[in-house]
């Protein structure tokens, strides 16, 4: 099953009594996925999976938004999409309480909010988004380390390792050994996220750490399968290039990833656009696939929660299933291609189809 966590904000707004919920005011009669960190950005994709079916959830569910009041995001603007939309099947909550680096991995304050969202939940998912304070896995802060949402980590790290236990406390009991086979999908920093949580730890600079490269020139001579987001954007000559860099990935004989694949030999293509990545892995956090020099952790399954999913590269990107939007790579690039057009097939976009139908399937 899929945890999407469910954000509400109470008391925002006295005009949006029906979006703005407390935990308690959930409609029990629906399927409910709780979505982390509900931006307009994130709803819109979400939607985006949803209505085209390529994340074909049951019709009778129900959007959960969750998110800290601390947050730097400003979710007035999810409530006024909402509203606007007429979006009858989502719901926001706010979470107020504090939490610090040091109160993450225990009871806390958020512990009887935690138990609620998983009880009344099928499932969550956790979007990509910025590096992670260093101090929530005991190490200092990388020059090139940029923290810009402390809350938003504080409260979906702390909500993971209530989740899924981890390396801190190993007589903590997770809420996951109620319900084993609830969902929960890491996209990103949802993936190191979750490792975070379970007591992993990070790389946090991938050129710097793991290449030795300290300038955006070495890095763009690399292999493209070496290459983990698009540094032709650092140069700032043009502001319409993707975000993103394309590179294959190598999993696991015996996983998930032989059916997502069609069984087919080759290795499929990513849509990738991060910097840092796992580099211990959390308790109960097991690799089934890599880059294609083995260095970078794709995605990771847990040893004992069958349907807790961690990947590091992103299928919810809209370009990848999108034929008419072209995209630009490099600068001066004159012949636009689409992702489709690209990695037709499995190579690509039938390999991401099939991913979200393999999720859809644990609901």
């Known amino acids: 099953m899929l945890l999407l966590a469910l954000v509400g904000i109470v008391g925002c707004s006295d005009k949006s009594p029906t979006i703005l919920v407390n935990i308690q005011d959930l409609d029990t009669s629906k399927t409910r996925i709780i979505l982390m960190h509900p931006t307009v950005r994130n709803l819109k994709t979400f939607l985006y999976l949803t209505d085209g079916k390529i994340f074909p959830v049951d019709s009778n569910y129900q959007i959960v938004g969750v998110f800290h009041n601390l947050g730097e995001y400003n979710y007035k603007q999810s409530v006024k999409f909402i509203e606007n939309q007429h979006l009858e099947h ?22 009887p909010i935690f138990r609620e969202l998983f009880r009344k939940s099928r499932g969550a998912l956790f979007f990509g988004g910025p590096d992670i304070p260093p101090a929530t896995y005991g190490k200092a802060t990388h020059l090139l380390t940029e923290i810009t949402d402390p809350y938003r980590h504080y409260l979906e790290i702390s909500y993971l390792f209530h989740l899924l236990g981890g390396a801190q406390d190993t007589l903590f009991v997770p809420l996951l050994s109620e319900n084993p086979s ?28 793991l290449y030795g490269l300290s300038h955006v020139e070495e890095v763009l001579a690399l292999d493209n399968d070496t290459k983990h987001r698009n540094y032709n954007a650092n140069l700032g000559i043009e502001k319409d290039l993707a975000p993103a860099a394309f590179h294959r990935i190598k999993y696991e004989s015996g996983t998930l990833f032989d059916s997502l694949n069609g069984y087919n030999p080759s290795f499929p293509h990513v849509w990738s656009n991060h910097h840092q990545c796992i580099d211990v892995p959390g308790r109960g956090l097991l690799p089934i696939a890599r880059s294609m020099d083995g260095r970078i952790i794709e995605a990771v399954v847990h040893s004992h929660f069958p349907n807790v999913i961690g990947i590091q590269f992103h299928p919810e990107a809209e370009a990848i299933y999108r034929a008419d939007e072209k995209l630009k790579l490099v600068t001066g690039q004159e012949e636009k291609l689409s992702y489709p057009e690209m990695y037709p097939g499995y190579e690509g976009e039938l390999f991401h189809r099939s991913f979200w139908q393999y999720m859809a399937k644990l609901f």
Do not use: F, H, W
């Open 182 to 209: 609830y969902a929960v999908l890491g996209i990103c920093l949802g993936m190191q996220s979750m490792n975070v949580a379970t007591g992993g730890t990070m790389i946090q600079d991938i050129p710097l750490e």
């Open 90 to 111: 989502i719901r926001l909550v706010e979470v107020k309480e504090r939490l610090t680096p040091d109160s993450l991995y225990a009871i806390n304050r958020c512990s």
